[in-house]
């Protein structure tokens, strides 16, 4: 978007004017008014047009980037390995609700899956292709169980500020991402506070949540993928093979029933709220390499296949039998890499 040609003239002219005036033939205070009222005038014209404005300040997103989504998917196709339901779903849920411009609901996915698996990686990236700051952000909003919300007997107190926060956010920006990690540990009923807000209301008390995203992590239904990922296995049936009509339906049904779950009983699975039920499959040795190999690189040193090999080699795998799955994922690769590699 380009200023017109005539506005910028006619502010430089202003601006240049005490320079090509023979001296005395303006009075200062004539000529210092002029300067300040181009000023403003140059001033006003940026501000009016938003995409100029949002360069230099973070603004609410109005209008989806279609350049966001391709970012996304190549990012989840570069960087997230073993995980080829959550890329295919993500993208494609994420797009999808971005480019809807009279979307019924907000979009609401739950992450489920072990450890080291992906998550809050995946969470990081939806974040960075929406707003260029990702988490860090003044339109998404991070929420860490154990952090956040501690005391069981603060129950309550919780949900009104939960609901406030999130309505006072929508309010400024209905774009808002809102994150709740750690949701195996949340404690159970607190979650079904902003079922409002996911629900499919035009407007709540004047302000319409149907732009808004929300995003659950947990560990909670990482049994359940497993145990459907081993069938697979067992049957020489590659991961690959696996679609998320094989898992998703028994995943939400584990959620709900889990009595250590944030989930548990819960309206938002009850109603039908979750749009996906998104599972992460437990990593393989070749998987916790690739890990170790884009750590690698991504500190600028040459990737050195003992040390890839030693690495993947000292973590610890699951089923005892079948030492297939690592039960952290890839989470203390970084840790160990520091190990072997003097930065």
């Known amino acids: 978007m380009k200023l017109r040609r005539g506005t910028l003239r006619a502010a430089l002219a202003l601006v240049l004017l005490p320079l090509l005036t023979p001296a005395g033939a303006v009075e200062p205070i004539s000529v210092g008014l002029a300067i300040a009222g181009a000023a403003a005038s140059a001033l006003t014209g940026f501000i009016s047009y938003p995409r100029l404005y949002c360069y230099f300040r973070e603004c609410c997103l109005h209008r989806h980037d279609p350049r966001a989504a391709a970012a996304l998917q190549q990012n989840l196709d570069k960087k997230l390995f073993g995980q080829h339901l959550v890329s ?111 629900d499919y209301y035009e407007l709540l008390d004047g302000v319409s949540y149907r732009q808004a995203i929300f995003i659950f992590l947990s560990n909670a239904g990482a049994e359940k993928i497993t145990e459907v990922a081993l069938d697979f296995w067992r049957n020489g049936r590659t991961r690959e093979d696996i679609q998320l009509t094989d898992i998703q339906n028994a995943l939400s049904v584990s959620v709900f029933n889990n009595k250590n779950s944030g989930f548990w009983h819960s309206t938002l699975i009850d109603r039908n709220l979750i749009d996906y039920f998104i599972p992460f499959l437990p990593l393989e040795y070749k998987h916790v390499k690739m890990c170790v190999r884009v750590e690698i690189e991504s500190r600028g040193y040459a990737v050195d296949e003992d040390i890839v090999s030693r690495i993947a080699d000292e973590m610890t795998y699951f089923p005892r039998e079948e030492r297939i799955y690592s039960d952290k994922g890839c989470k203390t690769v970084d840790a160990k890499l520091d190990y072997y590699y003097d930065f």
């Open 88 to 198: 295919k779903v993500v993208v494609k849920a994420v797009r999808g609700f971005l480019n809807n411009t009279n979307a019924k609901k907000p979009l609401a996915l739950s992450l489920h899956g072990w450890t080291g698996t992906g998550k809050n990686f995946v969470s990081k990236i939806v974040a960075e292709s929406i707003y260029k700051r990702g988490l860090q952000s003044k339109y998404v909003h991070q929420f860490v169980a154990t952090l956040h919300f501690p005391h069981a007997h603060s129950i309550n107190l919780y949900k009104d500020q939960l609901q406030s926060w999130i309505r006072g956010n929508v309010s400024v920006c209905p774009r808002s991402l809102f994150i709740f990690d750690e949701m195996d540990k949340m404690h159970a009923g607190l979650i079904d506070s902003i079922k409002p807000f996911l």
